[in-house]
Structures are given as structure tokens and as C-alpha cells.
């Protein structure tokens, strides 16, 4: 059946809730689904920087505009919408990573909502982030935010000491905001307790928004150089003792070899 139909179908049965993740950044980068929920949408609810990074697919739905700090109330409002109307909730990157999925689900669950809900996911940023700068990640890695704005500082710490000493490569998010302004050389001094400093680490900024996007390509040891140059639209990847830099001629891209070296000649 084609997708539309079976939206129109859905819109007639009481309506769905969709929570989508809308990738990192430019619109190319959604999914060929998460572009068609989108574009038959009665309602978009959203983050207010999100929507604007996928302006050219709003016109004919209903947008309703919300902010950091306010996902309850803009789940609870997805929520209640869905009752009655195709509703899409976007969330940047995935969905599941960070974002609305969750408070989604917790409000419909509390409210034993009787609609369909589908979860479509996007590129998360550690993802994003690794593509520009090489293949950093390719075997075992460990995902961490550093905001304590939900989750105990202590917990946090707890996870980067355990991810460093396994060696996983890790991937930061929130590394920075107007008031978290220490967790970020706080976590590199613990991952430096296990890791060596010649270890490569990506720091990546605003990954695939255009002209937005920057990089940097350096070491443990060194990436404190670069402390100012961390904000909140940056994801960072830290390799593992295997990772390295290939200076190529173009730019500095990381390698984590995956084993092949060890089993085959190339
Ligand atoms: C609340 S998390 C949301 C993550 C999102 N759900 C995802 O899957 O990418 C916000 C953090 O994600 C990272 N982030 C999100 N988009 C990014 C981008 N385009 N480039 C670099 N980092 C990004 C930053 O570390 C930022 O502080």
C-alpha cells in the first residue's frame, strides 16, 4: 500500500504519532520515509532549531514551534494531538540518541494513548561526525553525553572511567553548554588515565550543516589546545589504542582498524 494511503487511513482511524529523527543537519541527509511522514503531516512539532534545518519541507502543516528545555510540554502536546491527526514529532540526529523517543513514549504510556506510534531513525551525530572525519569508529564503541542536567555527575564519571579502561572508542555528546563549562576537560582528564596521549581524537562541529561545518583532527594529549573551540554543536570521538592518523595528502583523516591487517595482506 502506498504510504500516503495508508496515512490517509490512519488520519480516518484516530490519527498516529510519529517521532522522527531528522539527522544531523541538512535536509538531504533524512531518510526517504522520514521526508514523506513529514511532507503528509497534519502537525510538526518540534525543536525550534530543527525545524528551521528542514524549512523547505514545511508549508502545508500545522507547525508548532518549542524549545529546549520544554520537551514534557512538547511531548505531552504531540500527545494529545495524535488523538485525532497525523502528528510528526522530529527530533535532531536519532531519535533514540538523546531524544524525544523516550519522553514520548513515558507520556503516551501514562496516558495509555490507543493510536499507533512509529519510530523512524536518523543519523546521529557521533555518526555524522565519524564520517567526516575517516572511519574513527568501525569496531566496539561507547556513547556518552556529558550533561548532568538529567543524569548524576557521578554516573557519568562512573561511565567514562569504565568505557576508557575497556578501550572502547568513544563518542561525547554535549561536551559543553552556558553553564556546563568544566565537564569537558573533566571527562579528557579522566579518559587520559587510561588512554595514551597519542591516541587521535575528531572534534566535530555542526556536522553535515553546510558552511557550518568544522573539524579538527588531533591528539589526546593535545586536544586541550582546542578547549575554547568546543561548544554545544560539537560531538567528539576519541580513538582507541589501535586508531591512528593518516596524514593524507588531502587532510588528516582517523583509522581504527578493524583486524583485517591481522588476518590478510593488502
Ligand atoms: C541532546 S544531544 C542530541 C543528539 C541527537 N539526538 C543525535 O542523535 O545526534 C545534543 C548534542 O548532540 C551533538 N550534536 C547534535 N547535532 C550535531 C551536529 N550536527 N554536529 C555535531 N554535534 C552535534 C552535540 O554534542 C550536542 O550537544
Do not use: C
Amino acid at each position: 500500500m502506498a504510504e500516503s494511503q495508508s496515512q490517509s487511513q490512519d488520519k480516518a482511524s484516530g490519527g498516529k504519532l510519529y517521532v522522527v529523527g531528522i539527522g544531523p543537519g541538512s535536509v538531504e541527509q533524512l531518510t526517504l520515509k522520514a521526508r514523506d511522514v513529514i511532507l503528509n503531516a497534519d502537525y510538526v512539532l518540534g525543536n525550534s532549531t530543527y525545524l528551521d534545518q528542514m524549512e523547505s519541507l514545511l508549508g502545508t502543516q500545522e507547525v508548532i514551534r518549542s524549545f529546549m528545555g520544554k520537551e514534557v510540554e512538547r511531548a505531552r502536546k504531540a500527545v494529545e494531538l495524535a488523538k485525532n491527526a497525523n502528528v510528526v514529532m522530529v527530533s535532531g540526529g536519532d531519535t533514540n540518541v538523546y531524544g524525544m523517543a523516550g519522553i514520548v513514549l513515558e507520556v503516551a504510556e501514562h496516558e495509555s494513548l490507543d493510536v499507533d506510534i512509529e519510530i523512524l531513525p536518523g543519523v546521529t551525530a557521533v555518526l555524522a561526525g565519524a564520517s567526516i572525519l575517516g572511519a574513527p569508529v568501525v569496531t566496539d564503541f561507547a556513547v556518552i553525553s556529558l550533561s548532568d542536567l538529567l543524569t548524576p555527575w557521578e554516573v557519568i564519571e562512573k561511565r567514562l572511567n569504565m568505557a576508557a579502561d575497556a578501550d572502547f572508542v568513544i563518542g561525547l555528546y554535549n561536551p559543553k553548554s552556558r553553564k556546563r563549562k568544566s565537564n569537558f576537560a573533566r571527562a579528557i582528564e579522566i579518559i587520559r588515565k587510561y588512554k595514551a596521549d597519542s591516541v587521535p581524537v575528531g572534534l566535530v562541529k555542526n556536522a553535515m550543516r553546510g558552511e557550518e561545518e568544522d573539524q579538527i583532527v588531533t591528539t589526546l594529549g593535545e586536544v586541550m589546545e582546542y578547549e575554547d573551540w568546543v561548544d554545544m554543536s560539537t560531538a567528539i570521538l576519541i580513538g582507541n589504542g589501535e586508531s591512528r592518523i593518516w596524514k593524507s595528502p588531502k587532510k588528516d583523516i582517523i583509522i581504527t582498524p578493524r583486524g583485517y591487517h591481522k588476518k590478510y595482506d593488502y
